[in-house]
């Protein structure tokens, strides 16, 4: 914990104490859907944190001047500009790794923890604040995905990163592959044990 | 300035700004991506092909290029498999080839073009590559089936568009579901039409012809039957341009 006690608040804060998944349970929906595999789960991630950040440094340099009646609107104007902006360079570079992610990537848009620290934290602050929140917010997002990841395709396809971990002579005794690991409830029963192990650890009571 | 005019002409000045950079980076990475498709769709046949490296490393893409250029034919027939010399297949006009989709099938003119490729070894077409199209769960399945010289005896297949859920429908890209197909055959003893079924469970449990079943995926039932009626229809509408193969072979 010592280490965390370094970084500066805006980044430390949204790891663990208030993680935007597993702590406000925001952006469920992406967390279920992208963590088959620990590569889509990585490169999700990536384009999560330029999104946030990008939109956080954005909007926060357009605070003063924003009217407050088409504030939602211009900000997910902002935010949707970016992730078509991320989508369309996949594409050009990364063409695998777009045609697996492709559907989510646009969803980016709806994921809630972007909207959420646009309006919570970039509207209100100056845009380098505002550009360490939305990296914390986003290594926040990716640390649960990559856990939830990584456990979902060890357990439910025997690999890593695409690697054989399971020796074939398991299979071969008559090990079998999890398969609601690789069904979106899988994750859902990773999640809530990811909460309620944090929650433990971090010493709070079942709320009332 | 009162208060909705600044209101409206801020509004404005954002819609402009977000349209013009994304138009920007559309058409400024438009060559990429036309380039990074092309590839992929080579790669495609020359994996349905087998054409590998001796190595068995991965090619880079200007060999991905030269290896399809000098190795792969494009061919251009009709409907009923007469095989149309000395034209493009990406020069002909959109309404004249036909939409291979089984739905839009049937609308499609009397003379509609439809293009297939051939491995050639030595001068010598030795296999052949005919597009697939079909409906899976949520999107349409692309690819190509290749088939050896008989016509029948199937080579390879590969999906290289979809949009299936990853893990589940999306493992049809996979190679452990590709290679279940090799060596699988389109024409049952007696020499009609029989295509290959992707089964619910073990192909094993099937109960089926051996030459005719393979395993399915769990979870993805839906887009296995997809792939299933795409093999039935896309084998049955390049079944004269296959026969004409077949005699010419036997």
Redesign the interface.
């Known amino acids: 914990m010592g280490m965390l006690k370094s970084l500066p608040k805006q980044i430390s804060d949204p790891l663990v104490e208030n993680n935007p998944i597993a702590s406000q349970v925001l952006g469920i929906c992406s967390a279920l859907a992208v963590t088959v595999m620990l590569e889509q789960a990585v490169v999700m991630s990536l384009a999560v944190i330029f999104v946030l950040s990008g939109s956080n440094v954005i909007l926060s340099f357009m605070r003063k001047g924003l009217p407050s009646r088409i504030r939602i609107i211009v900000e997910m104007c902002v935010i949707a500009s970016l992730v078509i902006l991320v989508d369309q360079v996949l594409r050009a570079y990364f063409f695998q790794l777009s045609k697996e992610l492709s559907v989510f990537v646009g969803l980016i848009i709806t994921n809630c923890i972007v909207l959420g620290r646009a309006e919570a934290y970039a509207l209100g602050n100056s845009p380098w604040p505002s550009f360490l929140d939305g990296l914390g917010n986003g290594l926040g997002y990716t640390l649960v995905l990559c856990v939830v990841a990584a456990l979902r395709e060890i357990l439910g396809s025997g690999t890593i990163w695409g690697i054989a971990l399971i020796p074939q002579a398991a299979y071969d005794m008559g090990y079998v592959n999890m398969g609601l690991m690789v069904l979106p409830p899988g994750a859902f029963i990773l999640l809530g044990l990811y909460i309620w192990l944090q929650n433990t650890l971090l010493g709070r009571a079942g709320e009332e | 300035m009162n208060?909705n005019t600044?209101?409206l002409f801020?509004?404005a000045i954002?819609?402009f700004i977000?349209s013009f950079?994304?138009s920007l980076?559309?058409v400024g990475?438009q060559p990429?991506?036309q380039k990074?498709?092309k590839?992929?769709l080579y790669r495609n046949i020359l994996n349905v092909f087998e054409l590998k490296k001796e190595d068995g490393s991965e090619m880079i893409d200007s060999e991905v290029e030269s290896t399809f250029q000098a190795s792969i034919k494009e061919i251009v027939i009709d409907r009923n498999g007469k095989v149309i010399e000395g034209q493009a297949f990406s020069d002909i006009p959109q309404n004249e080839k036909c939409e291979l989709l089984y739905t839009k099938f049937p609308s499609n003119p009397e003379d509609c073009k439809l293009s297939v490729y051939s491995k050639v070894t030595d001068g010598v077409a030795s296999a052949y590559a005919i597009p697939l199209e079909g409906k899976g769960l949520?999107s349409t399945l692309y690819g190509y089936l290749a088939l050896e010289g008989d016509g029948s005896t199937i080579m390879g297949i590969t999906f290289y568009?979809h949009?299936e859920t990853?893990?589940?429908g999306?493992e049809i890209s996979k190679k452990w579901f590709s290679d279940n197909f090799k060596g699988k055959k389109l024409l049952d003893n007696t020499g009609s039409l029989a295509s290959v079924k992707v089964y619910k469970g073990k192909a094993k449990d099937s109960g089926l012809p051996e030459d005719h079943v393979v395993d399915g995926i769990?979870?993805a039932t839906i887009t296995a039957d997809g792939v299933t009626d795409l093999l039935k229809h896309c084998a049955t509408v390049f079944d004269p341009f296959l026969s004409k193969i077949r005699k010419a072979g036997a």
């Open positions: 208060d600044y209101t801020y509004a954002v819609c977000c950079m994304l980076f559309a990475l990429a991506q990074a498709a590839l992929d949520w568009k949009a990853p893990g589940l999306a769990s979870g």
